[in-house]
């Protein structure tokens, strides 16, 4: 897929957004839905952040690819439909 920036014409470049932490990296991916965030261990909130691994389907999942713009940085994205 060849495009063209929307906003100034240049020449728009793909790549993917890093979605990750310290330890691993991770392409960023789509799913259907609100998040549902929280993780618990023996009854406790530990983290309010991380959306939990009982709230989605990993089989809904869509890689993340993003052009940016060359010229002014201007970055558009579509999900990887799966055909
Ligand atoms: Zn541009």
Do not use: Y
Not at 15 to 26: E, P
């Amino acid at each position: 897929m060849i495009m063209d920036c929307i906003k100034c014409g240049g020449e728009m470049e793909k790549g993917f957004i890093i979605d990750g932490n310290q330890s691993m990296n991770f392409q960023q991916r789509w799913h259907p839905g609100e998040p549902e965030k929280g993780m618990k261990v023996f009854g406790m909130d530990l983290n309010k952040e991380v959306i939990s691994a009982s709230s989605f389907d990993s089989t809904k999942l869509l890689d993340v690819n993003t052009w940016v713009c060359k010229e002014c940085g201007f970055m558009e994205q579509f999900a990887d439909i799966k055909k």
